[in-house]
């Protein structure tokens, strides 16, 4: 394989339109647009077809898959042709999630729901835990309570932090760990639930801030759980439908299977070497503005290269790194959610297992064996690893008598995805200290503007109503 010093020299030197490579077969494309867009899931797709189509621009969509929709995730077992969602699983009524919706000729339904028996036990020891879920008459209570709490701060983070207030007129209760906002407003109620809806974001609420909890379950989510807002997906129960239905917009505006491997970015234009990783092929995008909708991690930015400003507000950025697998187990119960608690969540709602954690392990229905489980982590979490931590927290439950024996039968996994590093956010000291306003200054620096979960919420509808904003800023 050639090196990129090689291949950039060459597409270089390949100023107008086609040339062979040094391997002498395929060609390296050059392609002139108004904008390119690095990431194909929901922030960068959504925002390539309005690029598109509501403001005529000649738009490049660059996606390292070989689909579009980043965490919408789908395994077709091959004996029982059952389709099992495992990424992605509903869309907020928030914003232009309707309209968008109808755009793409995607027709909205209700989630299929599938009730659960639900067992509390503690994943470490296998015990179980003997908790007690609050009345369902109290959590709605809760959740009232929560929401009125937040209400106020909705302006400052919805669809994004444009108008988040400086360093020193930041409300106390959104630097709050998350912990301590529930004993205040006596939310306590709604803890497990929101654990549940969130668990896989928000980490540990001792640390967590109310803030970032938030970016996690905001105010749509919360309306959702009060009776006061809707959650659809394609009538189809197919998540894939609506990036499949943006694939057909695009047509040939996307590169799949392909990354950036170098660029020049300057203010008034950009270069980006290309390379698909299938055919080896390369393309120079000549690009007037540039969208990232990828996270900001060190190794996404390399090619980049961030300049120092760019640089030290990504580096403040702390993530939690996100795992999901279908697995069969003859142990595990069908019908069945095991709920996984430290023993202490007997005299306390607060008492929540800390990362590295599963927070449970869910029967799909669907008439099949098969049980979903996610895997959360601080920093780095390996498939091997998070696949181990499953595997013992079943043993463990196996071994205390809270799950029968398995027999001759044992763990399968059906699949996994490792959805990487998510949850950007930062510390108290550093919101407080104006980094939120530091990343908002990225936009537009060197030609380059930001969209996605660190710049927003971890929430589709939401992202698709921060990219409006985005895009009206741009060429507003
Ligand atoms: C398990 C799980 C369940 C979820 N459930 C829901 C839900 O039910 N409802 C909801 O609204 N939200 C849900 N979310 C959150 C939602 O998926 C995210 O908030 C959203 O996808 C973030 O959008 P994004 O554009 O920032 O990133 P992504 O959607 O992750 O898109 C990034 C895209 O960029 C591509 N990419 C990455 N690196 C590169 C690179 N170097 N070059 C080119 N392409 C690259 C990726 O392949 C991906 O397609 C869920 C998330 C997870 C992990």
Not at 356 to 371: E, K, M, Q, S, W
Request: with cysteine; hydrophobic share 40%; glycine share 10%.
């Amino acid at each position: 394989m050639r090196s990129l010093s090689q291949l950039s020299a060459f597409c270089l030197a390949a100023a107008s339109l086609v040339a062979a490579n040094s391997s002498g077969g395929s060609a390296c494309r050059t392609r002139n647009v108004d904008v390119a867009v690095v990431g194909g899931g929901a922030s960068g797709a959504y925002a390539a077809v309005r690029l598109k189509e509501d403001y005529k621009k000649k738009v490049v969509l660059i996606e390292k898959e070989k689909r579009l929709g980043g965490h919408v995730a789908e395994y077709n077992d091959p004996v029982t042709g059952i389709r099992f969602e495992y990424g992605v699983s509903q869309f907020n009524d928030y914003g232009p999630a309707r309209a968008f919706f109808q755009r793409l000729g995607v027709t909205p339904g209700a989630p299929r729901r599938n009730p659960l028996t639900q067992q509390f036990v503690d994943f470490k020891s296998g015990a179980r835990v003997n908790y007690t879920a609050a009345a369902a008459a109290d959590t709605a209570a809760a959740f009232q309570k929560f929401l009125a709490a937040v209400a106020p701060f909705e302006e400052y983070i919805l669809p994004g932090y444009w108008d988040f207030p400086p360093p020193g007129r930041i409300p106390a209760d959104l630097l709050l760990p998350f912990s301590q906002f529930v004993k205040k407003y006596d939310i306590y109620a709604a803890a497990l639930t929101i654990f549940e809806v969130t668990g896989f974001g928000a980490g540990d609420w001792d640390h967590a801030l109310t803030l970032y909890l938030l970016s996690t379950f905001p105010h749509p989510m919360i309306r959702a759980f009060v009776g006061n807002g809707t959650l659809f997906v394609p009538e189809t129960q197919r998540n894939q439908d609506v990036y499949d239905a943006i694939q057909v917009h695009l047509k040939d505006e996307v590169l799949y299977n392909s990354t950036v491997e170098k660029s020049d970015r300057k203010p008034n234009g950009h270069t980006l070497w290309v390379r698909d990783s299938f055919g080896g092929g390369c393309t120079i995008i000549q690009a007037k503005k540039l969208i990232l909708a990828i996270e900001p991690t060190p190794a996404n930015m390399k090619p980049f290269e961030l300049d120092a400003k760019e640089q030290g507000v990504f580096s403040k950025f702390k993530y939690m790194v996100v795992h999901v697998g279908l697995l069969t187990h003859p142990s595990l119960p069908l019908g069945g959610s095991l709920v996984n608690l430290p023993p202490a969540a007997a005299n306390s709602y607060l008492a929540l297992p800390k990362p590295t954690l599963i927070p449970r392990f869910d029967h799909l229905g669907l008439n099949a064996t098969v049980f979903r489980s996610m895997v959360i982590g601080n920093g780095s979490l390996s498939v091997a690893q998070a696949q181990g931590q499953v595997t013992s927290s079943i043993n463990a439950l196996i071994a205390a008598g809270s799950l029968p024996s398995p027999g001759s039968g044992g763990i399968q996994f059906k699949a996994w995805s490792n959805h990487g590093y998510m949850h950007a956010h930062f510390s108290a000291d550093d919101i407080r200290k104006g980094y939120i306003q530091k990343l908002y200054g990225l936009q537009g620096h060197r030609g380059t503007w930001w969209t996605g979960g660190a710049f927003s919420m971890q929430l589709q509808a939401v992202l698709w109503a921060f990219d409006d904003v985005l895009l009206d800023r741009m060429y507003g």
